[in-house]
């Protein structure tokens, strides 16, 4: 292995001790060492300015200065050159005081030999590179350092441990604020605090009992640590903030309603509804749709109190939360302060609108056990303000709300059987009177409730026209009877039923066009029926819809004659062909005299106005002999014919098609009222 020259300085005023060294140093090798003389300290010191040495020799006393100073100005110049001490006599007390000055060796001027001295530099020079390698790890390591003696001493403490210690103390020597401050965070706990960083303290009991303290700094971690924190958080709160009020959104809003719960809070929950909001934003377009939530949201806030909560949680969906006192009273009413604030005018760019706001309030835990029972009941009884006029608080009322929830338990029913095409068509024969042939029938929308049993179409029909779902069954029966009467060999007419809904909300005419073209069915062999209710409420949109059905060359009926309030002119006006007169005054006409006279003047003022009369309801055959002698030109009814699945209609027209049986035979067969 290849051995580096080592450099020695040596130091020494007495020119027989270099002499005794080199000879010594010779005798080992002349390659291995290159010795430069110093004859003077202040020699020394200047050479150490220029070069560094291996080594430092140095004989302990020279005239006045002594080897101790020596190392001593060596050491605060900041070098770290071992040094060996060279004396005349061995001295322990000597050797003692040359070791605390930090020397490496001490060997008496009498003992050099060649293979003594050798030993020693090599040593020393070895245990000066690791003392260095030791060093180099103290100042480099990230971590403030100190070793403490079984008595609590400090003994080696890094320059990181020496900073903290000093930002932390008013003492003056290093060794002392060292010793002052290892005792201080021996016993702390919360070194958090020490030098105002935030250290994470590690103590280690060595074997031999000293105790290593080490301190972390983890202020840059903690920080990282933080902003990650942070980061989570602001992610957090905007994904529970409605992006567009600023209010707390639907997550948010469960989440706090799960805690109260959970908690056993006493609160109100309010369920808002602004009444006109759809059609404004229909009518004036989504950016005023946004603008008015806006406004909303603006007044909503400040109408709250402290305590009070509100929440965005849908499209126009609001809610509030409202505590309760302690003996659980609803007190300072939150939804009183809001329907007052929106009694006022809004003015929404440039506009002003009446919002009308309907409010519907439940309670926790007096209506309700859970989250999801206390929304359904707040929702149900906010059902039951927006049926009421203008803006109106209603209180949920476990009596009065059972319908109600009844009602949205078949809504959902029957939004999953439309979705699942379980509704069914019954057909109903109708029959020309005078000829007593089959010349129709009326389509009639069934259903079936997997639990319920079958449901009454007027109750359905009604759900369905209230929650929005009217389009989707009309078209769906209308679909159905023209495709299975497109199969029929019989040349009869289908009549369905059209809610007033229909023809007010949807493009009816196309609906029509194209489910006569999906089928194939004969539009002239489609007839609509109609309620008068369709004829009062948009005399014009009506009109126009109902012409338009005309061009296309259906009929139209007008359905339940007699019950509504329709105006003669109206009725002129509208393109008809038949009137239905309303079952209820067929079936009860024995037993009520005047219903003879209105049937009566029905029939007269239908032909006065060239259109066929249908009697519906007829039950009995007195009723037919009735309807005949007044000239009526159309029956049906539980007599001739119940309504009846599509396969038992197919077999009811075999048997009664048109020119195989008589009037009379239809209407005295036994067993088809079944
Ligand atoms: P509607 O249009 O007046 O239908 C005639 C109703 O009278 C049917 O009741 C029929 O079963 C019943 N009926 C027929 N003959 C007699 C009889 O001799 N005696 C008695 N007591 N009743 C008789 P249904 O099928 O219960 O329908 C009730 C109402 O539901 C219908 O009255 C109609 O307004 C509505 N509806 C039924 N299907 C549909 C539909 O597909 N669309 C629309 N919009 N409404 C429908
Ligand atoms: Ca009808
Ligand atoms: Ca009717």
């Given at each position: 292995m290849y051995q580096a020259v080592k450099s020695i300085l040596m130091v020494d005023d007495d020119p027989d001790d270099v002499f005794l060294i080199r000879e010594a140093l010779n005798d080992i090798s002349d390659e291995e060492y290159s010795v430069t003389i110093a004859n003077d300290p202040l020699v020394a010191l200047k050479i150490l300015e220029r070069k560094n040495f291996d080594l430092i020799m140095t004989d302990y006393r020279m005239g006045a200065y002594t080897g101790v100073d020596l190392i001593k100005q060596i050491r605060a110049k900041g070098l770290t050159t071992p040094v060996i001490f060279l004396t005349g006599v061995s001295q322990r007390e000597l050797d003692e005081k040359a070791l605390a000055a930090g020397a490496s060796d001490y060997l008496s001027k009498s003992d050099i030999k060649g293979p003594l001295i050798d030993r020693s530099i090599r040593y020393a020079i070895a245990n000066a590179r690791r003392q260095e390698l030791f060093s180099s790890v103290l100042c480099n390591v990230k971590a403030a350092i100190c070793v403490i003696d079984t008595?609590?001493?400090?003994q080696i403490w890094n320059p990181e441990f020496l900073a903290i210690a000093k930002a932390n103390s008013?003492?003056?020597?290093d060794a002392a604020i060292v010793a002052d401050f290892s005792a201080h965070v021996e016993k702390?706990?919360?070194?958090?605090l020490v030098a105002q960083i935030k250290h994470e303290k590690q103590l280690t009991r060595l074997p031999d009992g000293r105790n290593v303290i080490m301190l972390y700094d983890v202020s840059e971690h903690l920080s990282a640590l933080r902003e990650r924190e942070l980061a989570e958080e602001k992610a957090a709160h905007q994904a529970k903030t409605c992006f567009l009020t600023g209010l707390p959104n639907r997550l948010a809003f469960s989440e706090k309603l799960d805690k109260l719960i959970q908690n056993g809070c006493k609160f109100s929950l309010l369920n808002f509804d602004l009444d006109k909001f759809k059609t404004y934003n229909d009518v004036y377009g989504h950016p005023f749709g946004d603008a008015l939530l806006k406004q909303v949201s603006d007044v909503l806030q400040q109408v709250c109190a402290e305590g009070d909560y509100i929440a965005r949680?849908?499209?126009d969906e609001f809610t509030a939360i409202q505590m309760h006192d302690e003996n659980d009273t609803h007190c300072d009413n939150l939804e009183n302060r809001i329907l007052a604030q929106f009694a006022n005018e809004l003015i929404v760019e440039g506009r002003k609108l009446n919002i009308e706001v309907s409010v519907g309030v439940a309670s926790f835990p007096k209506h309700a056990q859970t989250a999801q029972e206390l929304l359904s009941n707040s929702d149900i009884a906010m059902y039951r303000a927006k049926a009421k006029d203008g803006s109106k608080i209603e209180y949920y009322d476990c009596g009065l709300d059972e319908a109600v929830r009844e009602q949205r338990r078949l809504t959902n029913d029957l939004q999953k059987a439309l979705r699942e095409d379980a509704l069914d068509v019954f057909f109903q024969p109708q029959f020309d009177?005078?000829?007593?042939?089959?010349i129709g029938c009326e389509a009639l929308a069934r259903w079936i409730h997997p639990e319920d049993g079958p449901i009454r179409p007027d109750i359905f029909i009604q759900i369905a026209e209230d929650c929005g779902l009217i389009e989707e069954l009309g078209k769906l029966v209308l679909r159905k009877a023209c495709l299975l009467g497109s199969k029929w060999h019989e040349d009869i007419k289908v009549a369905v039923n059209i809610s007033a809904v229909q023809v007010r909300h949807t493009d009816l005419v196309n609906d029509i066009q194209a489910i006569l073209f999906q089928t194939g069915f004969p539009a002239g062999r489609l007839e609509l029926e109609i309620t008068e209710t369709v004829l009062i409420e948009d005399f014009e949109h009506a009109l126009h819809v109902l012409r338009g059905v005309k061009n296309l060359g259906v009929g139209l009926a007008m359905d339940d004659f007699g019950t509504g309030f329709s105006s003669l002119s109206s009725l002129i006006s509208f393109p008809f062909d038949k009137l239905k007169i309303d079952r209820s005054f067929i079936m009860d006409m024995d037993k009520r005299e005047q219903l003879k006279s209105v049937i009566r003047s029905c029939i007269g003022l239908g032909r006065n106005l060239n259109l066929r009369i249908v009697a519906e309801g007829v039950e009995q055959e007195s009723h037919i002999d009735f309807l005949r002698s007044e000239g009526c030109d159309e029956i049906q009814g539980y007599f001739c014919g119940k309504p009846m699945p599509h396969p038992h209609f197919m077999e009811f027209m075999m048997n009664y098609a048109s020119g195989r049986a008589s009037a009379q035979d239809v209407l005295n067969m036994p067993g088809k009222v079944a």
């Open positions: 008595e609590g001493t400090p008013p003492l003056a020597e702390t706990e919360q070194v958090d949680i849908g499209g009177l005078k000829t007593g042939n089959l």
